[in-house]
Nanobody, 113 residues
Framework: QVQLMESGGGLVQAGGSLRLTCTAS????????MGWYRQAPGKQRELVAT?????SSNYQDSVKDRFTISRVKNTVYLQMSSLKPEDTAVYYC?????????WGQGTQVTVSS
């Protein structure tokens, strides 16, 4: 099993910045592609960004020029800048190992206008 511990959410004004952190523990061999997803009220969970063990990253188009995902071993970071009210959501850390997804409990990010 893999456990994911998130931190760094909060309330910020539009245009501000936040950094999310997620640390994976447990079965180290199962820690593979890590990333962040988000779910706004009344909407489906959506991919924000992912990063492989080799450092290859992938972003949702709407965040590509504002968010940066990075990784040091089993810890993944999401640096969010120029935040918009539409970025408000619960952000979930994810680890994908073949066809198995592991999820963190989520951290709330609220962007006020």
């Amino acid at each position: 099993q893999v456990q994911l511990m998130e931190s760094g959410g909060g309330l910020v004004q539009a245009g501000g910045s936040l950094r999310l952190t997620c640390t994976a523990s447990g079965s180290i061999l199962r820690i593979s592609v890590m990333g962040w997803y988000r779910q706004a009220p009344g909407k489906q969970r959506e991919l924000v960004a992912t990063i492989s063990r080799a450092g290859s990253s992938n972003y949702q188009d709407s965040v590509k020029d504002r968010f940066t995902i990075s990784r040091v071993k089993n810890t993944v970071y999401l640096q969010m800048s120029s935040l918009k009210p539409e970025d408000t959501a619960v952000y979930y850390c994810n680890n994908q190992y073949f066809d198995t997804d592991y999820w963190g409990q989520g951290t709330q990010v609220t962007v006020s206008s």
